[in-house]
């Protein structure tokens, strides 16, 4: 992972944002290569999913299309719609703030061991790499009974880790907090809404609050009708959208994979209650089927259905598509996607204001009585087919997915150390990155062998074919087994390079990142074949 992240910096694929000024915890900046890369996976996403999909499915039925349709909705809407999703009253962590150190830490990602010496005992926490955890606890249990390195084994250490959420109250004062020298320096642990406030217009009152989206599906239920009424698409269809989303994640970390500003691919496929489970089992082999048609294999991604006590408020059946991100010790994985059944939670909150019992007064809307609104558009969100003349609410299956997650998936995926030639045939130790020709930054690169003889002009004319369909690279510096390797450290498939044979027979030499091959093509097929080769 190392590697990975100094792969990252180095070559432009993600900076810390406002490096200069020290940067700012829970948010990433993507460069110019990777701004490429994310962007190719979200218009395949949008293409597969959305645009160009043409599939054939009809559960109870003959096959039929379905119809998808994209929207594009704002960050900031009404509060009202963060009350009716639940987000308002619901969409919290626990977290526990260390008295001495001044941090705070989600209560359940707080882990750590019990040790003990002789009658005494201590749950010594780390928040560190997951590879180093047992040293690092050994090494603050040691500081703690103030003990040198030779006596560790006056200490007994517990066989796993737990996490802190599972401690008693009466356990938890024998903590020593990640950044604390003595035990019992954290609070209670206390709920912590994620949602980002701000205030809109001149008003800085509670009247002109309002909270940056924590998911982009809102935006969708809350367009539903807009959608019937201004298209012909009938149920069953679904609505994609992409876009920004944001939580204040009380502990952001893993690279990009948990931000407080990232990206979500979302679909909210509305169909006939009866027919929603077919839909759901369609949608969670869709999605995989996504996954690993883009290179990420199959040992180290996973489907994972959601236990009962795991499920969200609203939800009957959620899978998550996971990944074994290689920050996470061995044998657990991270989740890339959710694929949730959501019922007719969302269309019947957003017209009725029905809501989880557990709800708490939304402060931002008071009725002339001054008590608290805590109703719905009052708007008729339902549907009838005009076929049979059925009204119903729509049942909704939402495959929700982070552009942020796929792109660290498929990047650690990539990943690759092995050997290659140089250009007088030894072989040298490289690093490429595998990634798929559809989401490579590059799809190829073209060089001219030497800077003489009417090479580069050769190679400048490809260059410009190529970059009319594609996002290409010239390169003319160094030697040109240096700037190979230079291309397979950021994903090229294939590089182009005019030789002196170029000059005589109008062919140029094509390298296949992964397999080495090199072959000859005619100057002016080049732009055919790669073409062919990366869609
Ligand atoms: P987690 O349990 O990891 O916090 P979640 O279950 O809250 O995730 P969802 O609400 O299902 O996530 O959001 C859908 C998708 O959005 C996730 O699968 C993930 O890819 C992405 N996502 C959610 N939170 C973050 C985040 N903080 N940073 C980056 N991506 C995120």
């Not at 993600?14 to 460069?31: A, P, T, V």
């Not at 759901?280 to 048609?293: F, I, P, S």
């Not at 490809?462 to 594609?470: C, E, H, P, T, V």
Request: proline fraction near 5%; aromatic fraction near 12%; charged fraction near 30%.
């Amino acid at each position: 992972m190392e590697k990975l992240v100094s792969l990252c910096k180095r070559r432009g694929f993600m900076f810390q944002s406002s490096e200069i000024y020290g940067g700012l915890n829970g948010f990433w900046d993507y460069g110019p290569l990777g701004v490429e890369l994310k962007r190719n996976i979200k218009d395949a996403w949008w293409h597969d999913m959305c645009q160009g999909h043409n599939e054939l499915v009809q559960p109870q039925g003959a096959p039929s299309p379905y119809e998808m349709v994209g929207l594009d909705c704002t960050i900031l809407m009404h509060p009202q719609v963060w009350k009716c999703s639940g987000h308002y009253d619901l969409f919290h962590d626990f977290m526990v703030d260390c008295r001495l150190s001044k941090k705070r830490y989600r209560f359940d990602q707080v882990r750590g061991k019990w040790v003990s010496r002789g009658e005494q005992k201590v749950f010594v926490t780390v928040v560190a790499d997951p590879e180093n955890e047992n040293d690092e606890v050994t090494r603050r249990a040691l500081k703690f009974f103030n003990l040198r390195s030779k006596n560790a084994d006056e200490l007994t250490l517990a066989d796993s880790f737990q996490s802190l959420d599972k401690l008693t109250a009466e356990e938890r004062t024998f903590v020593l907090a990640p950044d604390a020298n003595e035990i019992n320096t954290l609070t209670d642990p206390r709920e912590f809404n994620l949602m980002f406030k701000t205030y809109v217009g001149a008003l800085s009152g509670e009247e002109g609050a309002a909270f940056l989206r924590p998911e982009t599906a809102q935006g969708i239920f809350v367009n539903f009708k807009n959608v019937l009424d201004s298209t012909r698409v009938r149920v069953p269809f679904g609505v994609a959208q992409v876009g920004k989303s944001f939580r204040n994640e009380i502990t952001p970390r893993n690279f990009t994979f948990r931000s407080r500003e990232f990206e979500q691919m979302e679909i909210e496929f509305f169909c006939h209650p009866e027919q929603s489970p077919e839909w759901y089992a369609y949608w969670r082999n869709r999605r995989l089927k996504w996954y690993t048609e883009l290179g990420l294999s199959g040992d180290r991604l996973r489907m994972r259905e959601h236990d009962q006590d795991e499920l969200s408020h609203y939800s009957c059946g959620t899978a998550d598509i996971e990944y074994a991100f290689p920050f996470l010790p061995e044998g657990e994985y991270g989740e890339l996607e959710g694929i949730a059944h959501r019922g007719d939670f969302d269309l019947r909150s957003h017209s009725e204001g029905k809501l989880d019992p557990r709800e708490r007064p939304l402060k931002l809307e008071l009725n002339e009585h001054g008590q608290p609104k805590h109703r719905g558009s009052g708007k008729d969100l339902s549907y009838r087919d005009d076929l049979t003349n059925e009204r119903y609410i729509p049942h909704v299956i939402e495959p929700s997915a982070g552009a942020d997650r796929a792109t660290l998936a498929f990047l650690c995926e990539a990943y690759h150390e092995d050997q290659a030639p140089d250009e007088d045939g030894k072989m040298q130790s490289r690093v490429v990155m595998k990634l798929h020709p559809r989401i490579a930054p590059y799809k190829a690169a073209v060089f001219p062998l030497v800077k003489k003889d009417g090479m580069p002009e050769i190679a400048k004319d490809i260059y410009g074919a190529l970059k009319k369909k594609f996002n290409v690279f010239y390169d003319e510096k160094a030697a040109v087994g240096r700037r190979y390797r230079r291309q397979d450290e950021v994903g090229t498939p294939y590089c182009i390079t005019v030789d002196s044979q170029s000059l005589q027979d109008q062919t140029v030499t094509i390298r296949d990142r992964d397999t080495l091959e090199q072959w000859r093509v005619k100057v002016d097929d080049v732009v055919a074949e790669i073409e062919g080769r990366v869609s």
